[in-house]
C-alpha cells in the first residue's frame, strides 16, 4: 500500500486501498494542535487563499504530547493543479494561524486523499517533459500528489466532529 512520502511515518489507513486515514504522531500520540493557511468560512472551514498573487492553503499538526510539527498539506507541493497549474504558492510557517473553536483546541486529525491510478500518473506526469525538467518526479511520488483533498478533525474536548475543515478539488 502506498503513502504519501511526507506523510510515511505518520499516515494510518483505515481502508483497503489507503487513501483513508488517521494521523498518529511516531510517538503514539492522536492529538495535535492544528495550524493552517486559507481563508475561513462557515466557522471551521477553510478555503484556498490568496497570497502575494498567487494562491495558498495550508495544515500542520502539532502533537499534544511530544510537540513535532508535521505538514500535513499544502496546496503548491501535494495539490495537482497547484504544482503544475503555476498558481500554488507555498506558504512560510509564521503566515499560518492555529485553529481554535469555541469548545476545542486539541483535535484527532482524519484524511482522505485522491491520487492518480498508475497508468495516469504516468501519463500525465512521468512522461511529461516540460513537468519533469522541473520536478523530476517518479512513480513513488504518486501518492503524494492529490487531485481530491479531505480533511477531517474531531475536537478532543467537546467530541465535536468538524467535517471537512478542508474539502478540496484539487484537479
Ligand atoms: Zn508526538
Redesign the pocket.
Same mark, same amino acid.
Given at each position: 500500500m502506498m503513502k504519501p512520502r511526507h506523510l510515511e511515518t505518520i499516515f494510518v489507513p483505515t481502508d483497503e486501498k489507503g487513501m483513508d486515514g488517521e494521523i498518529v504522531?511516531?510517538? @503514539? %500520540?492522536r492529538a495535535f494542535q492544528i495550524r493552517y493557511f486559507g481563508e475561513l468560512y462557515d466557522k471551521n472551514k477553510i478555503a484556498i487563499k490568496k497570497y502575494r498573487n498567487k494562491f495558498g492553503q495550508a495544515v500542520r499538526a502539532v502533537?499534544?504530547? %511530544? @510537540?513535532?510539527d508535521y505538514l500535513l498539506y499544502d496546496f503548491a507541493q501535494h495539490g495537482y493543479d497547484g504544482l503544475f497549474g503555476g498558481d500554488g504558492i507555498a506558504v512560510p510557517g509564521q503566515m499560518l494561524d492555529d485553529f481554535t473553536t469555541e469548545a476545542d483546541n486539541l483535535f484527532a486529525v482524519k484524511m482522505l486523499l485522491e491520487y492518480d491510478e498508475e497508468e495516469q500518473f504516468l501519463e500525465e506526469v512521468v512522461n511529461v517533459d516540460f513537468i519533469q525538467q522541473e520536478f523530476h518526479f517518479t512513480m513513488a511520488d504518486r501518492a503524494s500528489i492529490w487531485s481530491w483533498i479531505v480533511i477531517e478533525l474531531k475536537g478532543l474536548q467537546s467530541g465535536t466532529v468538524y467535517k471537512d475543515f478542508v474539502n478540496e478539488e484539487l484537479a
Open positions: 504522531c511516531e510517538c @503514539g %500520540c502533537c499534544a504530547d %511530544c @510537540g513535532t
